[in-house]
């Protein structure tokens, strides 16, 4: 047989053309929610376990005084307060550092290099992998919400909060994909133990007032909570869901405002260091290691 | 060269030798070089300990001390909330880390290596654990140092009511841990089953009352009733009741719990053994040892 023979049996008559960035990512939303639909059993358990938070703090609600709920001008209903404030949180951080797990199967695996010797670039990859992850993480946001509403939570919803609570959510998963994008580029480089996917999850549950209003923690620590955007999220969600605000409140325009600023400040800064991490890791031929 | 000389080059001159504990000691020392291996990951653990205790400080805050003290446990939660968070982290501990470290193994290819040794695959099992059990025990300690010295919660620390808590601490693993190698067994065999451990221990932390008290339950009796099937829901009000209300091992209380807890290791821990040894061995006459 000759080399031509062999060449024309090997090449496949699918006709290669460009393909765009949205549709990569796309594919890559596909191609990771047909994994994960393999575990159904997985997806299940994985609800429950998320349910069990909102159980305890059920519980825990019930030996709780609403003062300082109060105090911080929320409505007095520490149920509904902590289950907003625990959704969130675990929503964003599983959204968060399942990026960053992704890129460690993918390195487990050993189909990163496969991936990137191919002509989609790393931030298409990025994009349809934390797209994902954000998808993924609204399921469980929701059955989180659904199990609180069984559990008595009281939302105040009129047409104002909710156009208010739907910008912020969206201004909420815009600014943490840039924090898991800053997450990726850590793991590329240090492979495991990635400090800012550890620095968001405890810092912002210390501070960013997840299980108690801010006006708990002593002033010299207040401070540290302004570095987050779930801070400013949790707040501006809890004053439309729980208060029935809208954007004629300052407080939400305040937190919309901050929310905006982070992202324009941070996501720059955040392409940057990814390319430095990944063109590093690049270099020392290390991108497939794990 | 000839293949004498090659085998010379590549022998090892060390005795091999056949001694369990020394091979236990090995995995046990090949676990913590790893462990040391990530020093990041080490050191954010260590301060997320002292992120957890804070974390539930500042809860305690809100908490109305008479409707606690209803509950019979005191009116400091941040004392009844210690008691839970640096027990519970034993509990994950028990119940996952050898499953999670078995099908680590698996997944990296090397079980069927080390089974094809003539290590004691026992020794190598227990040695396995050794990592979740050091890193829980830094995070126990680290908890109750930083809430009792750091923030104030009041437990009662004299001989009497340590050696009690670590009488109820030691059948609480015990107990748990046979658990723990039910499930590594059952994993070795049927692989993805992590999710399932996982649910168990999210469950287990649940229905103990690690963050409220269980009087609470009473509302709820089905509910009430399923928190009385697992053993660490008995550790923990055991040890709760040691540390704040300072309980001896006269309370009726403290001995109930001792003797299910015993109760528990004795069936737990033969059929935790038996699944792990089926376990194993059926992943060695199905040739998947290293399939994942």
């Known amino acids: 047989m000759k080399v031509e023979d062999i060449v024309k049996y090997m090449a496949e008559n699918i006709p290669r053309g460009r393909v765009g960035a949205v549709e990569k990512a796309f594919a890559f939303i596909i191609r990771d929610f047909k994994i994960w639909w393999t575990y159904k059993l997985w997806i299940t358990l994985d609800i429950l376990s998320s349910l069990t938070f909102v159980a305890t703090y059920y519980f825990v609600s019930m030996i709780i005084t609403p003062q300082a709920l109060i105090d911080a001008g929320y409505a007095a209903d520490y149920l509904t307060f902590s289950v907003i404030g625990i959704s969130l949180q675990h929503y964003v951080f599983t959204s968060v550092s399942s990026l960053s797990d992704a890129i460690r199967e993918e390195q487990w695996n050993g189909t990163m290099e496969t991936i990137l010797s191919s002509t989609t670039s790393f931030r298409v990859f990025l994009l349809g992998e934390s797209a994902f992850r954000f998808i993924i993480g609204s399921y469980f946001l929701l059955a989180s919400l659904g199990m609180g509403v069984l559990l008595g939570i009281r939302l105040v919803l009129n047409p104002g909060s909710i156009i208010a609570a739907s910008v912020l959510t969206i201004l909420l998963v815009a600014s943490h994909m840039i924090i898991g994008v800053l997450g990726a580029a850590m793991i590329l480089k240090l492979k495991q133990g990635d400090p800012i996917v550890w620095a968001f999850s405890w810092l912002t549950q210390l501070f960013s007032g997840v299980l108690y209003p801010l006006g708990l923690l002593p002033d010299w620590l207040k401070w540290v909570g302004n570095a987050f955007p779930l801070t400013y999220s949790l707040d501006g969600l809890r004053r439309c869901l729980m208060n029935g605000e809208g954007f004629d409140s300052p407080m939400i325009m305040e937190n919309t405002l901050k929310l905006m600023l982070f992202i324009m400040v941070v996501l720059p800064f955040s392409l940057w260091f990814f390319k430095k991490a990944y063109d590093s890791t690049r270099r020392e031929g290390a991108l497939g290691q794990y | ?292």
């Open chain 2, 1 to 292: 060269m000839n293949k004498l000389e090659i085998l010379k080059l590549f022998m090892v001159e060390e005795k091999r030798s056949k001694s369990s504990l020394r091979q236990l000691s090995a995995v046990i020392w090949a676990q913590l070089k790893m462990m040391l291996a990530y020093k990041s990951w080490l050191i954010m653990d260590l301060l997320s300990t002292f992120a957890s205790v804070v974390m539930y400080y500042f809860v305690g805050m809100q908490v109305d001390p008479v409707r606690l003290s209803q509950s019979g446990w005191g009116t400091s939660y941040l004392a009844f909330s210690l008691v839970g968070v640096a027990t519970s982290n034993y509990l994950w501990a028990c119940l996952t880390r050898l499953s999670h470290s078995i099908q680590h193994e698996i997944r990296g290819g090397t079980l069927e290596t080390i089974a094809v040794t003539p290590i004691n695959m026992f020794m190598f099992f227990i040695g396995l654990t050794a990592r979740g059990y050091l890193v829980s025990l830094i995070y126990l300690v680290g908890v109750f140092t930083i809430g009792v010295y750091g923030l104030g919660a009041k437990l009662s620390f004299t001989p009497q009511s340590l050696l009690l808590f670590i009488t109820l601490f030691v059948l609480m693993l015990v107990s748990n841990q046979a658990l723990g190698l039910v499930a590594a067994g059952i994993i070795m065999v049927y692989k993805r089953g992590d999710p399932l451990v996982f649910i168990l221990a999210a469950v287990n932390e649940f229905l103990a009352g690690v963050l409220y008290p269980l009087e609470l339950l009473k509302r709820f009796p089905a509910v009430q009733l399923l928190s009385m099937l697992f053993p660490y829901t008995y550790a923990l009000d055991g040890m709760r009741r040691v540390l704040i209300l300072g309980a001896s091992i006269l309370d009726v209380n403290v001995l109930t719990d001792m003797v299910v807890l015993g109760v528990f290791s004795m069936v737990l821990v033969p059929l935790g053994l038996k699944m792990l040894g089926w376990g194993y061995n059926r992943i060695r006459r199905e040739g998947t040892t290293s399939s994942y």
